[in-house]
């Protein structure tokens, strides 16, 4: 935007030198400033958009961000649990045992070893994978020598 001066250089705008400017021009002038300042306003309003963009609101790379900067976060409940925002995840399905071991109680607070009675209280599964076996196969290229001609 090529900006022209709406007074010549060396003519100050003060309230005696505006007493002499005829009405119409005065006009012109403010509808030139009014003009001026909207496009300002738009181009104010252009950067502090680029300036706000982020990752999230752009087609920039969270990479591209700085890791220093606070990210503002869109909750308006500072007591909302971020554990209740995110996924629920799943429990892992217990597989059928090819083996159970019980495990009793040993010991009492009070130094008793006997319990007539029990029942499961927790089961630990532990999934243990077998051990790869490899498979080694031999390829042998045999060669013989032709009755025709006697090439290898």
Known sequence: MAETPLFPEGIALTEEGLQDVPRSVLIQIILALVEENRELRKRIEQLEARLNKDSSNSNQPPSSESPFKK???????????????????????????KETRVIPPEICTCGNREFPETEPNYTHQVIELPPIELEVIHFELDRGRCPVCGKM
């Open 71 to 97: 990210k503002k976060s869109g909750k308006k409940n500072k007591g909302t649990d971020r554990r209740k925002l995110s996924h629920p995840g799943h429990r892992q399905e217990m597989l059928a045992p």
